[in-house]
């Protein structure tokens, strides 16, 4: 469950990214889909590399991202 609700965050900051308009009127533009397997992949290496700067900010006192920024 903690995985899709840090996918969900994910999109939720791809969708700040651009209005309706500006995406041609298209919900979906810049939005992962996380149907597809070979993205999955991907966001579970980029979840990899969020926990390890997680961890590393942690350590020397700083405050970590809060969600994981994909593309």
Known sequence: MGKTIMASCSQIEQ???KSV???G???MDQ???FTDGRLVAKYDEAVVE???ELK???SEG???KSIVVFN
Do not use: V
């Open 62 to 64: 700083r405050t970590p």
């Open 21 to 23: 308009e500006t995406a």
């Open 15 to 17: 969708m700040g990214r």
């Open 31 to 33: 939005i992962s889909d």
């Open 50 to 52: 969020f926990m390890i």
């Open 25 to 27: 009127g298209n919900l």
């Open 56 to 58: 590393k900010d942690l």
